[in-house]
């Protein structure tokens, strides 16, 4: 009788462990809120959290949430290269977005959450580099000025280069107090400088939904067209696509629906990028996948990187590298 009840519980652990692990990555979402208690993973939907006035919990690492996971990045001579060989770029944070400089500077923002560091916990954070993504300087917390009283703190960064070398930040806030039931919008910021990343000016809310939350945001300039992506749909198997002429107001144009993409794999949570002929998605799951699309609306056949991982981002360095960062799964 108890070898029968030993080979039955341990079934059933066996079941469980592999329904967490199918659902694993379709389920990771933007660092939205860390709750003050620690209980929501790194892309879950936001529960009890605070603006950004008030600070996340300072017992950081004390449970569960985004610090749990770290970046990695992989670097190739191709783009189906990505992911062969990867190594640890950023611990303890998420939602990465790379951009590159007009002056070749690699420009890379995230949702950081060092640890003993109350300061700067939570925080939007920018490492560089000036040799193609071989060396990295240390992260530096970014700060929005003008951004409306009361609001929660950014969150969820993405950068664009602007033609006159400034970087726009656009990125994930919302005017109600954080919690159950809080709808989130998306904003943008302008750098003040184009040799200075790290210092934004709020220039106002560029995308809000009348049926769904507009967050973690994808972005590119395609032909003098402004294109961001939000997931959207249940399990995010879809995207919200809106559009803009100035790149700070966006208006919806269609939403998306991918079919060929596993829903219990992968998502849109991702990022859009430049390319020779058009722009592209990259979106996270199991495994990371990418589609390009030469107008905006009709996209290429997805195709598959060779590494699981959630929300990544992908850029190409001056010298022609291809550059993939992304969340790992739980480390700690």
């Known amino acids: 009788m108890h070898k029968f009840l030993v080979i039955a519980v341990g079934a059933v652990l066996l079941i469980a462990l592999g ?3 199918q659902s694993g990555w379709s389920s ?5 809120e860390t709750n003050t208690v620690a209980t929501v993973s790194q892309n879950s939907t936001p529960s009890t959290a605070t603006t950004n006035k008030q600070p996340v919990s300072k017992k950081q690492g004390s449970g569960q ?3 749990q996971r770290d970046l990695k990045i992989s670097t190739a001579t ?3 290269g990505l992911g062969q060989q990867v190594t640890t770029f950023e611990e303890r944070s998420g939602v990465p977005s790379l951009t590159v400089g007009t002056d070749g500077t690699l420009y890379a923002a995230f949702q950081w959450f060092p640890e003993n560091d109350n300061s700067n916990f939570d925080k939007v954070a920018i490492k560089t580099s000036t040799d193609n993504g071989l060396t990295w300087s240390e992260p530096t917390p970014i700060n929005v000025s003008g951004l409306p009283e009361g609001y929660q703190r950014p969150f969820d960064p993405t ?13 994930t806030s919302s005017p109600e107090q954080q919690g159950p039931g809080t709808s989130r919008q998306t904003y943008s910021a302008v750098s003040l400088d184009s040799n200075y ?8 809310l560029s995308l809000s939904l009348a049926t769904d939350q507009a967050y973690d945001s994808g972005v590119a300039l395609l032909d003098n067209v402004w294109h961001m992506f939000t997931p959207g749909g249940e399990e995010f198997v879809g995207a919200n696509h809106a559009t803009s002429t100035d790149g700070v107001a966006f208006t919806l144009v269609d939403q998306i ?10 998502s849109w949570i991702g990022n859009l990028f430049g390319g020779n002929d058009g722009i592209g998605f990259v979106g996270g799951g199991s495994p990371i996948w990418y589609m390009t699309t030469s107008d905006g609306t009709t996209w290429s056949a997805i195709k598959n990187l060779a590494v699981n991982g959630g929300d990544p981002t992908v850029a190409r360095a001056l010298d022609g590298t291809y550059l993939l960062i992304f969340v790992s799964e739980t480390v700690r």
């Open 197 to 204: 990343a790290f210092e934004y000016e709020y220039e106002g």
């Open 28 to 32: 990771m979402r933007s660092t939205t």
């Open 65 to 67: 949430g985004p610090w």
């Open 78 to 80: 191709t783009m189906a």
């Open 19 to 21: 329904m967490a692990i």
């Open 257 to 266: 629906t991918n079919p060929a993409i596993d829903d219990k794999k992968q």
């Open 159 to 171: 950068l664009v280069t602007l033609a006159d070398g400034r970087l726009r930040l656009y990125f």
